[in-house]
């Protein structure tokens, strides 16, 4: 079978996009598991975090479905849905759009350049739950904020919430940042345990000046990411519960893939947060897939978008400087 792949990357969080929606691929979920699996594998000629497949939406513009790098689905995906969202935008040559995802239908939109000449889109992160059973994380108690786990950590303060995905943030210092620690934490949780039987995100935040931080995420399915932007988008809101940023007012993500925006809103009890950033394009091919063993793929007429390469190395940098500067302050 002949597939047609872009390959992506919102803040260097990199993806496949598949077109379900004008290519009759009839994969099953299986499949698409399988793929996930075979093309995200960094020691083939291919390689990414995940696989991003747009299918047809019987209630809006169109649907995506997020499978992670292990083969297992997530019900969202921020940095992926930037990517799908200028996908489909430019497909229906049109300026904003509604995407279904697992959970929710979702706002998305066309937005000015965050960086000279980098495509950069908003879009909506929502429901957001600190309802402990949303993600599902086992304690006696109905929610966590700035909340202890003794077993995963004596001195670390968490908060979990959903967003919709699971995400369980905390707020470190410098020295706790690129420790061993964030990585033994997250192995654990996203192993065999008691507190999250679904696996969950671990992010580590570092307030930088007013209005910036620096965020950290060992991805559910995946790993240690250049950004997680569901987790970016969870940990504006978490530094605003803790007073360091407000809502309503942008804060400047920075991450190891560059940086976003996030904006944090209240309306009536309830949060969302809008997530503006890059959604770049680095290649488009053509895989031969043998679908009965999806590990046996030539990758043919492979196309590099070198002006958006060039560009998005731009942003990285002066973000990287910032980031260096502040950590360093
Ligand atoms: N690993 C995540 C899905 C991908 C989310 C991340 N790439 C993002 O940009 O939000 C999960 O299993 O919930």
């Not at 937005?111 to 006696?140: A, G, M």
């Not at 654990?188 to 570092?206: I, M």
């Not at 009890?269 to 031969?288: F, P």
């Amino acid at each position: 079978m002949k597939l047609e792949l872009v390959k992506c990357h919102g803040s260097g969080n990199d993806f496949f996009i598949i077109d379900e929606m004008s290519n009759q691929y009839e994969l099953t979920d299986e499949k698409r598991a399988e793929l996930a699996r075979a093309f995200c594998d960094r020691s083939t000629d291919l390689g990414a975090d995940g696989i991003l497949y747009v299918l047809h939406s019987d209630q809006v513009d169109a649907r995506m479905r997020v499978f992670n790098a292990d083969g297992s689905e997530a019900s969202m995906c921020g940095n992926g849905l930037r990517c799908v969202a200028r996908y489909v935008c430019e497909k229906l040559s049109i300026e904003e759009a509604t995407i279904e995802t697992m959970k929710a239908n979702l706002h998305v939109q066309n937005q000015p350049d965050i960086f000279e000449d980098i495509p950069t889109y908003l879009v909506e992160i929502s429901p957001v739950s600190f309802e402990l059973t949303d993600l599902p994380l086992h304690l006696e108690q109905e929610s966590l904020v700035n909340g202890k786990i003794p077993t995963l950590s004596e001195e670390l303060e968490f908060t979990a919430l959903s967003v919709p995905n699971p995400h369980l943030v905390a707020i470190v210092e410098k020295e706790q940042i690129g420790s061993n620690l964030q990585k033994e934490i997250s192995e654990y949780v996203n192993g065999t345990n008691e507190l999250f039987p679904d696996g969950v995100n671990v992010s580590f935040v570092k307030p930088l000046k007013k209005g910036h931080i620096y965020v950290r995420t060992f991805e559910r399915g995946v790993g240690f990411t250049n950004a997680c932007g569901t987790a970016m988008s969870a940990s504006s809101l978490v530094t605003c519960l803790n007073g360091i940023n407000d809502k309503e007012t942008p804060i400047e993500v920075y991450n190891n893939g560059g940086k976003v925006r996030c904006v944090v809103h209240e309306q009536e009890g309830k949060q969302s947060i809008d997530l503006i950033g890059n959604a770049s394009y680095l290649y488009s091919c053509t895989v031969d897939v043998d679908v009965e063993n999806p590990h046996t793929f030539t990758v043919q007429d492979s196309n590099e978008f070198v002006d958006e390469i060039m560009q998005y190395a731009k942003l990285q940098k002066h973000a990287s400087e910032f980031l260096n500067e502040s950590m360093n302050a």
